[in-house]
């Protein structure tokens, strides 16, 4: 059974940085596309970066795209969110997530196009 671990999260002042990192377990991690979302208090979960199944294929949301950068580190079984010029409006509880059906270099922006979630890991950005 494939489990995903969140970790990195904090309090930072807006314009600062932190890196994500989520740590799978249970299944090959380089066979998949994984994905990072997000929720606010009263909102529903958003999309906010994804990296294909081979690593060449990445995509954001245009709320984050030119500060977030995402990555991943086969050896290690871990995908990274870095976040830099971070925004009181990126206030949240981040989550990663894994397509067990992942295509090669397919890209996945959808929460239903993935399979396990982690805990989830609280940013909190003051201003």
């Known amino acids: 059974q494939v489990q995903l671990v969140e970790s990195g999260g904090g309090l930072v002042q807006a314009g600062g940085s932190l890196r994500l990192s989520c740590t799978v377990s249970g299944h090959t991690f380089s066979s998949y596309a994984m994905g990072w979302f997000r929720q606010a208090p009263g909102k529903e979960r958003e999309f906010v970066a994804t990296?294909?199944?081979?690593?060449?294929?990445?995509y954001y949301a245009d709320s984050v795209k030119g500060r977030f950068t995402i990555s991943r580190d086969d050896a290690k079984n871990t995908v990274y969110l870095q976040m830099n010029s971070l925004k009181p409006e990126d206030t949240a509880v981040y989550y990663c997530?894994?397509?067990?059906?992942?295509?090669?270099?397919?890209?996945?922006?959808?929460?239903?196009?993935?399979?396990?979630w982690g805990q989830g890991t609280q940013v909190t950005v003051s201003s």
């Open positions: 990296i294909s199944r081979s690593g060449a294929n990445s």
């Open positions: 997530a894994v397509n067990l059906r992942s295509l090669y270099s397919t890209i996945y922006v959808r929460p239903t196009d993935y399979d396990a």
